[in-house]
């Protein structure tokens, strides 16, 4: 049984956390990603809430969690400030960490901090920063798909999506990724109620307003940051990564060359499913995730 938990943390956000399963559980904290909420783990958390304790936030600025309308408070290094918050705050020892989307790209950058509560990284079909920010650059076909970005980081979208209606913004945002009868009409009625709180939908472009990725447009050459020829750290927790690989928004040339940046990584790849993985094939991916999170946690068990 799901419980909800109004959490307050030094960042000065307070978040709206589900929680699911036992207490005394290995603790798994999922990240959701744009433009979701917990409820991206709703086919997940079912599958899991046996063996784990599920920690599952609408991260800063989405659905019932505080909504800050300003654009230097969605900073990557802001947001992933908030996940080690919220693990001070509920007092959490150990954790492993799950992420979709932009909540992997939170994930990604919370693995590179070191930080020794986290044991193991999971991560759903979001890209690994240096992967991402060369395949914007490299590939033709990543850069098309990414043009999107470009978009929301326009002045005055927010206003332009509020004019169309939700709606309008529901059916391009979903039907160019998965079945939408996947969607039952009461999730799509949550997702409508979400982005139309007053500043919701603002807060939300501000996850990509507020990001350092460059996305070049379409046929233009430019050169390698800086960034991307220096020596990048290692994530040297365990990793698993999914991928769904229909994803049209993420294409699969964000898996090549993952080896070199991670020093311990699985990969399971989902052939016939798209971005929304976790939802799409909640089953595979819990099916995926489980052994792995067990893993870690028969390893942390005191001996008998």
């Given at each position: 049984m799901t419980e909800f938990q109004r959490v307050p943390l030094s960042t000065g956000v307070t978040l709206n956390v589900a929680l699911a399963g036992d207490r005394q559980k290995p603790v798994v904290i999922l990240l959701h990603g744009f433009p979701e909420s917990h409820r991206t783990w709703r086919e997940v958390a079912p599958r899991l809430d046996d063996e784990f304790f599920l920690v599952m936030p609408d991260q800063r600025g989405f659905a019932g969690s505080d909504q800050p309308q300003n654009k230097?408070?969605?900073?990557?290094?802001?947001?992933?400030?908030?996940?080690?918050?919220?693990?001070?705050?509920?007092?959490?020892?150990?954790?492993?960490?799950?992420?979709?989307?932009?909540?992997?790209?939170?994930?990604?950058?919370?693995?590179?901090?070191?930080?020794?509560?986290?044991?193991?990284?999971?991560?759903?079909?979001?890209?690994?920063?240096?992967?991402f920010q060369k395949s914007l650059i490299e590939s033709e076909d990543q850069r098309a798909a990414s043009q999107y970005i470009t978009a929301f980081r326009a002045p005055g979208f927010e206003k332009l999506v509020e004019t169309q209606g939700f709606d309008w913004f529901f059916d391009k945002t979903f039907s160019a990724h998965t079945d939408m009868s996947k969607i039952p009409q009461a999730e799509k009625q949550q997702y409508l109620a979400d982005w139309s709180q007053p500043g919701a939908f603002n807060a939300m472009l501000n996850w990509y307003r507020a990001a350092k990725v460059f996305v070049p447009p379409p046929g233009v050459t430019v050169p390698l940051p800086d960034l991307l020829l220096r020596a990048f750290p290692v994530v040297k927790v365990p990793t698993l990564v999914i991928w769904g690989m229909k994803d049209s928004a993420l294409l699969p040339v964000q898996l090549e060359g993952l080896d070199t940046l991670v020093e311990d990584l699985s990969i399971v790849r989902l052939a016939d499913a798209g971005h929304f993985a976790p939802w799409e094939a909640g089953e595979q991916v819990a099916s995926a995730l489980r052994p792995f999170l067990v893993a870690r946690a028969e390893a942390s068990a005191p001996a008998r």
């Open positions: 230097a408070e969605y900073k990557t290094d802001v947001l992933i400030d908030d996940i080690f918050a919220l693990a001070d705050a509920l007092a959490l020892e150990q954790f492993m960490l799950v992420g979709h989307d932009w909540g992997g790209a939170i994930a990604w950058g919370a693995a590179l901090r070191g930080d020794a509560r986290l044991s193991r990284l999971a991560i759903v079909n979001a890209p690994h920063p240096v992967i």
